[in-house]
């Protein structure tokens, strides 16, 4: 299993950028996607995740400003940020809780990032 981000890139404040992040491989069902950020010396952090299509929660400084979806059939995640601010520049990672067949239980697992840069 391994998930492919896309979509990162530099932006100006105020302006928006969209992530995609692919889950390909041997995959019978996907629950939870998300995607976290880590900026240089912090933690890494819950920027959105959503369950199913319409189950979303945000981290409190991105709330009303990114939005989370997720499209099933392709097994892909997608964050739109806008209004983006030189704060939410960090490297943005795909995570996912994926089930392969034959298997009960799901394992969690990490995209290698996509740096998102905004400048002032």
């Known amino acids: 299993v391994q998930l492919q981000a896309s979509g990162g890139g530099l932006v100006q404040a105020g302006g928006s950028l969209r992530l995609s992040c692919a889950a390909s491989g041997s995959i019978f069902s996907i629950n939870v996607m998300g995607w976290y950020r880590q900026a240089p010396g912090k933690e890494r952090e819950l920027v959105a995740a959503i369950v199913g299509t319409s189950r979303a929660n945000y981290g409190d400084s991105v709330t009303g400003r990114f939005t989370i979806s997720r499209d099933n059939a392709k097994n892909t995640v997608y964050l739109q940020m806008n209004d983006l601010t030189p704060e939410d520049t960090a490297v943005y990672y795909c995570?996912?809780?994926?089930?392969?067949?034959?298997?009960?239980?799901?394992?969690?697992?990490w995209g290698k990032g996509t740096q998102v840069t905004v400048s002032s």
């Open positions: 995570n996912a809780d994926i089930t392969m067949p034959g298997h009960y239980v799901g394992m969690n697992y």
